[in-house]
């Protein structure tokens, strides 16, 4: 699953414990003897549609080790973070022999869609790409290397004004997107607590409400949404 387009985001320290899936699995040295120990079997989650996902295809002809997991485990549902030094490929199936679909550089922030699926020994989750529409299957790791981490959020969530380039996080369930200013405006969809938008132009008074014009980090949803309803506040600012 590889993955790059979004531009690096700012995190924290990133992790060189690892080598990076972007390049070809590397081979065990000359000298080195594989492990004789028998692997633990890792049973293969059932995929979600009919894709040719999941299964362990076993080891490569180089010997490969299954990926060893994070300590904090990935939740779909939850975002994750690039910790890779040079990357991750985002690829269009959880395989080694997958397409790459995009590479996505240290930093990027993907929104877990489904998994894990186990393939070529590796653990693969389907993600979505935080800023672009971009879907596909990023390995979790390889060997004793984590592509992704947990991304906690953490930055606060502060109540002042939005302005046009904030980026501000829904603080209630089903907030409605709509294509205009206007409680009679077209629904397009509703937003679940959690997700993060940024501000594109706003306040536009309407209906006794104050909207703002956002477009959602995930999926690139653009739309108008109010700032708070019957005194209670709908989305606040990330500083």
């Given at each position: 699953?590889?993955?790059?387009?979004?531009?690096?985001?700012?995190?924290?320290?990133?992790?060189?414990?690892?080598?990076?899936?972007?390049?070809?699995?590397p081979s065990s040295?000359?000298?080195?003897?594989?492990?004789?120990?028998?692997?633990?079997?890792?049973?293969?989650?059932?995929?979600?549609?009919?894709?040719?996902?999941?299964?362990?295809?076993?080891?490569?002809?180089?010997?490969?080790?299954?990926?060893?997991?994070?300590?904090?485990?990935?939740?779909?549902?939850?975002?994750?973070?690039?910790?890779?030094?040079?990357?991750?490929?985002?690829?269009?199936?959880?395989?080694?022999?997958?397409?790459?679909?995009?590479?996505?550089?240290?930093?990027?922030?993907?929104?877990?869609?489904?998994?894990?699926?186990?393939?070529?020994?590796?653990?693969?989750?389907?993600?979505?790409?935080?800023?672009?529409?971009?879907?596909?299957?990023?390995?979790?790791?390889?060997?004793?290397?984590?592509?992704?981490?947990?991304?906690?959020?953490?930055?606060?969530?502060?109540?002042?004004?939005?302005?046009?380039?904030?980026t501000v996080e829904?603080?209630?369930?089903?907030?409605?997107?709509?294509?205009?200013?206007?409680?009679?405006?077209?629904?397009?969809?509703?937003?679940?607590?959690?997700?993060?938008?940024?501000?594109?132009?706003?306040?536009?008074?309407?209906?006794?409400?104050?909207?703002?014009?956002?477009?959602?980090?995930?999926?690139?949803?653009?739309?108008?949404?109010?700032?708070?309803?019957?005194?209670?506040?709908?989305?606040?600012?990330?500083?």
């Amino acid at each position: 699953m590889g993955l790059a387009i979004a531009p690096a985001l700012a995190c924290g320290t990133i992790s060189t414990r690892f080598p990076i899936e972007s390049a070809a699995p590397p081979s065990s040295p000359t000298n080195t003897p594989l492990p004789t120990s028998t692997p633990i079997v890792i049973p293969t989650p059932a995929p979600s549609d009919s894709g040719g996902l999941g299964g362990s295809t076993g080891p490569e002809e180089q010997g490969i080790e299954r990926t060893q997991r994070s300590q904090v485990p990935l939740v779909v549902g939850e975002r994750a973070r690039v910790i890779a030094r040079d990357g991750v490929r985002l690829r269009s199936g959880a395989s080694l022999e997958a397409a790459e679909v995009a590479q996505l550089p240290a930093s990027s922030l993907v929104l877990v869609v489904d998994g894990p699926f186990v393939a070529d020994g590796i653990y693969w989750w389907r993600v979505e790409v935080v800023g672009n529409s971009h879907t596909g299957f990023v390995a979790e790791g390889w060997q004793d290397a984590v592509y992704l981490e947990v991304a906690g959020h953490e930055q606060a969530l502060v109540d002042r004004a939005p302005r046009a380039g904030d980026t501000v996080e829904v603080v209630i369930q089903n907030l409605r997107l709509r294509q205009g200013p206007s409680v009679s405006a077209t629904l397009i969809t509703t937003l679940a607590l959690g997700t993060r938008m940024t501000v594109q132009q706003g306040p536009q008074a309407a209906d006794g409400y104050q909207w703002y014009e956002v477009r959602t980090e995930v999926g690139n949803l653009t739309g108008w949404a109010v700032v708070a309803a019957d005194n209670v506040t709908t989305y606040k600012v990330v500083e």
